[in-house]
């Protein structure tokens, strides 16, 4: 499972000129789904996208989460994290789960957010989707749920 996290003043997902989900200060998780990947990974990323410190203190360092701040997520699932473009000038999606398993990650993954105490909207799974965003900061992360496997250095 691969997440880019972008810290946003809000954001919003609109579907066929229709806005289907929209949030204020928080997070807009932009979530792949690999083959292989388990419900125990979309879990874990979510306790880390929740206690991960992206928000200022009153000192203006990243100090709070999104579980501190009392912010919201927006997660949108896009298969295209898991391009791999290392070879020729189009990516190959081959690692990307089928969209009946992604689907069903990209769930659970919402899910815990929301068992975590996050507000959580999401996007419609397999539509052509705009998303609108104000990026704060910017602050923009990478997770990935094999990073969350490995032992911390130092």
Known sequence: ??????????????????????????????????????EAEAYRLAQ?????????????????????VRGEALVVSQFTLLGDVRRGRRPSFHDAAPPEEAASLVDTFAYALRRLGVE????????????HLINDGPVTILLDSEDLKRPRRG
């Open 48 to 68: 880390k996208v929740a206690e991960m410190r992206l928000f200022p203190d009153e000192e203006g360092r990243l100090n709070r989460s999104l579980l501190e």
């Open 120 to 131: 959580t909207k999401t996007g419609r799974f397999g539509a052509y989707m705009k998303v």
């Open 1 to 38: 499972m691969r997440a880019v996290l972008q810290r946003v003043s809000q954001a919003a997902v609109e579907v066929e000129g229709e806005e289907i989900a929209h949030i204020g200060r928080g997070l807009l998780v932009l979530l792949g789904v690999a083959k292989g990947d388990t």
